[in-house]
């Protein structure tokens, strides 16, 4: 039997129900956090591991639960547990950059401006003033999601976090356990690499995704 | 008077909003004079459109949703 959503008043009435195992409130967790989950987790896995990484961030939620301090939402909560168990999936798979290597100087935009700090290569100008303009060729949308999937873990999980999923710089802290400068230089290289994509596309019409 | 380069350094930054005041100043004077910036920080906006409007979550099946529910209501039985 299913109950309805407006069983759970609020967020520690829902907290109580899956501590006490309340098979209702797995299902609103799921229903109202799984996409979340799954988009964050695809971001620094891949989608063959996503499911995988996400099933294994529920269970250990719900055994640690009891222990949640409530600090934050419970969602942000369970954004956590996923990104660490992506970062654990990663590291076991040797695919981790540091996240030193990950703030070191950008040298393909570095390599843009002179020693004086002018513009030698000068950004192009795009054809398209909107998203959706730019969007309409299926090749860039492909490229993007490409080059997307190589970039660090951490550099696609502040991209999908705060681009994709519209959460705030200080949650994101909070979710990758990075500090907020560092959450700003990630997505600073991220926007770069997107920006450039873009723009050798528009250039070459071919997608190159260093 | 600030750079090309220190304006590309911190755009992303004036993406998530205002800044400081004096680094507000600096940067219109900046932007003022600088077809080039003006053009990188337009163009970096897009590409964060570009980000959010081409990605989707597929939403997670009623049968999904029920297989996990199950599993976790399994647990520890």
């Not at chain 1, 799954?38 to 719900?62: C, P, R, T």
């Not at chain 2, 940067?27 to 906006?45: D, E, G, P, S, T």
């Not at chain 2, 099946?61 to 297989?67: A, H, L, Q, V």
Request: with cysteine; aromatic share 4%; hydrophobic share 35%.
């Amino acid at each position: 039997m299913t109950a309805p959503m407006s069983a759970f008043k609020d967020e520690d009435t829902l907290i109580e129900a899956l501590i006490n195992k309340s098979e209702a409130a797995f299902r609103h967790a799921v229903t109202e956090c799984q996409r979340s989950m799954l988009y964050l987790a695809h971001s620094m896995v891949g989608n063959k591991l996503a499911d995988e990484v996400v099933q294994e961030a529920w269970f250990s939620a719900m055994r640690a639960l009891p222990k949640f301090e409530r600090r934050s939402k419970l969602k942000t909560w369970l954004m956590r547990i996923v990104a660490n168990e992506a970062k654990t999936r990663v590291r076991r798979e040797n695919r981790q950059e540091s996240l030193d290597a990950m703030l070191e100087p950008d040298a393909a935009m570095d390599s843009r401006f002179d020693t004086k700090g002018h513009w030698q290569n000068n950004p192009l100008d795009w054809d398209g003033d909107s998203p959706e303009a730019l969007l309409t060729s299926d090749e860039l949308r492909a490229c993007i999601d490409e080059m997307i999937e190589t970039l660090p873990d951490l550099q696609s999980a502040t991209l999908n976090l705060r681009e994709r999923q519209g959460y705030s710089l200080d949650e994101i802290c909070n979710i990758l356990d990075v500090s907020e400068s560092n959450v700003r230089v990630l997505l600073h290289r991220a926007r770069n690499r997107v920006f450039r994509c873009i723009e050798n596309f528009q250039d070459s019409g071919e997608c190159c995704t260093i | 008077m600030l750079t090309c380069k220190q304006v590309s350094d911190t755009a992303s930054d004036l993406l998530e909003g205002p800044t400081t005041l004096s680094q507000d100043i600096r940067l219109r004077l900046h932007l003022m004079i600088c077809i080039h910036c003006r053009r990188y920080l337009k163009q970096l906006r897009l590409s964060t459109g570009v980000v959010s409007k081409s990605g989707s979550a597929p939403a997670p099946s009623k049968e999904d949703i029920e297989t996990l529910v199950s599993k976790l209501s399994d647990q520890d039985k």
